[in-house]
């Protein structure tokens, strides 16, 4: 069995007033919607953390498909991070990685699941990425 998550993150401002949504799909089950924020975050930020707080809420090793709008996130979990990390956290031109904390902690959840990464694009009528871009705009709103 394999579990999907989609993951979105937006923010009012950038930095400013952010959101993130999670929609997981669990075979034969409801789906599960997820959101929170943070203010005085980036878009970026909240990208990363909708997909850490997917992955979070299954507390226990599981077969995982990410689903995410966000090339940042795909291009950093499947070709960036391998070099930050051999190089201290420090990007090619020796600077430190931005969002170094929230890198780590998604480094630290995707070891506790099988992960399959992959990139949708935004706001093109996939259903459950737009649900989770509206969970995550619904929190900027309700704050």
């Known amino acids: ?10 923010c009012s401002g950038n930095p400013g007033l952010g959101g993130w949504g999670v929609v997981a799909i669990i ?19 909240m990208e990363l953390t909708a997909v850490i707080e997917g992955l979070r809420y299954f507390k226990e090793y599981q077969k995982i498909l990410i689903i995410t709008d ?5 291009n950093g979990i499947e070709t960036w991070i391998k070099n930050w ?13 931005k969002n170094q904390e929230l890198w780590q902690k998604l480094d630290k959840e995707i070891l506790k699941h099988s992960i399959k990464w992959e990139w949708v694009k935004g706001h ?5 990425n737009e649900k989770a871009d509206y969970l995550a705009r619904q929190f900027i709103e309700e704050n």
């Open 124 to 128: 093109a009528g996939n259903e459950n």
């Open 27 to 45: 075979p034969d089950k409801e789906p599960i919607y997820l959101k929170g924020g943070l203010d005085n975050t980036t878009n970026n930020q």
């Open 1 to 10: 069995m394999e579990i999907t998550i989609y993951t979105d993150g937006a």
């Open 85 to 97: 990390k051999k190089n201290g956290w420090k990007t090619a031109s020796k600077k430190p990685v």
């Open 70 to 74: 966000s090339k940042y996130v795909i």
